[in-house]
C-alpha cells in the first residue's frame, strides 16, 4: 500500500532563505511522484511531478524536487524563498492506478 | 484555456437540506474524482468515474452520490448534509491510460448551518 509522510506540518523561512519541505513515501511499486501547493479558499495546483524520467524533477515558481529511491524521499526546495510562496503544500503518490495518496500537508510561512 | 471549472465556489445549505455540487472540465478527460478537504485536512477521496463506471471509496457515507451524465460534467449530491459535512469539496481530472496527473478545480466552500 502506498503512503506519504510530510516531516513538519508548519515551516517557517525568512524571505530570501532556502525553502525545504521534506517528503518521504511507502510504495510497492515504481511510484508517480507529485507535489501540490494549495492557496487559502483554492484548489490545487501541480508543482511538479516524478514520473521515472529525470531523479531531478523542476517545477514553476522555482521549486525543484529530488526522487531519491535508495532514501524513499522526494524533498522539496526553493533557494529563495518569497513573500509569495506561503501556502500549503502536498505531497502525493500514485502507483500508476487512480488512487492520489496525499500526505498531511506542510504550512509555509515566508517572514519579511 | 482547458481547466475544471467548479460551482459555485461557495455554497450554504441547511442542515438536512439535499444540496448539489457541480464540476465541468474541458480537458475531455475519462476520469473524474470528488474530494472532501477538512480544514488543515488532506483531501479525501470519495469516489472517482472512469467514464460512465463509478468507484465508491469503501468508507465514503451512502449520504453522498455522484452522478456523470457526460464526459464533461459530474456533480455531487449530499442527501442530508450533516454540520460535519462542512468542507472544501474538490473536482480532479486525470486523462487515464497512463496518464496519473490529476488537474483539480477551484473547489466549493460548503457550509452547513
Known amino acids: 500500500a502506498q503512503s506519504v509522510t510530510q516531516l513538519g506540518s508548519h515551516v517557517s523561512v525568512s524571505e530570501g532563505a532556502l525553502v525545504l519541505l521534506r517528503c518521504n513515501y511507502s510504495s510497492s511499486v515504481p511510484p508517480y511522484l507529485f507535489w501540490y501547493v494549495q492557496y487559502p479558499n483554492q484548489g490545487l495546483q501541480l508543482l511538479l511531478k516524478y514520473t521515472s524520467a529525470a531523479t531531478l524533477v523542476k517545477g514553476i515558481n522555482g521549486f525543484e524536487a529530488e526522487f531519491k529511491k535508495s532514501e524513499t524521499s522526494f524533498h522539496l526546495t526553493k533557494p529563495s524563498a518569497h513573500m509569495s510562496d506561503a501556502a500549503e503544500y502536498f505531497c502525493a503518490v500514485n502507483e500508476a492506478g487512480y488512487q492520489l495518496t496525499f500526505g498531511k500537508g506542510t504550512k509555509l510561512s515566508v517572514i519579511p | 484555456d482547458a481547466m475544471v471549472i467548479q460551482n459555485p465556489r461557495y455554497q450554504v445549505t441547511q442542515f438536512g437540506k439535499p444540496v448539489t455540487l457541480s464540476c465541468s472540465q474541458t480537458?475531455?478527460?475519462?476520469?473524474m474524482y470528488w474530494y472532501q478537504q477538512k480544514s488543515s485536512q488532506a483531501p479525501k477521496l470519495l469516489f472517482h468515474?472512469?467514464?460512465?463506471?463509478?468507484?465508491n471509496e469503501a468508507d465514503t457515507p451512502d449520504n453522498f452520490q455522484s452522478r456523470r451524465p457526460n464526459t464533461s460534467f459530474c456533480f455531487l449530491d449530499i442527501r442530508s448534509p450533516g454540520l460535519g459535512d462542512a468542507a472544501m469539496y474538490l473536482c480532479?481530472?486525470?486523462?487515464?491510460?497512463?496518464?496519473?496527473?490529476?488537474?483539480f478545480g477551484p473547489g466549493t466552500r460548503l457550509t452547513v448551518t
Open positions: 480537458l475531455n478527460h475519462n476520469v
Open positions: 468515474y472512469y467514464d460512465k463506471d463509478f468507484n
Open positions: 480532479a481530472t486525470s486523462g487515464g491510460q497512463g496518464d496519473y496527473e490529476q488537474y
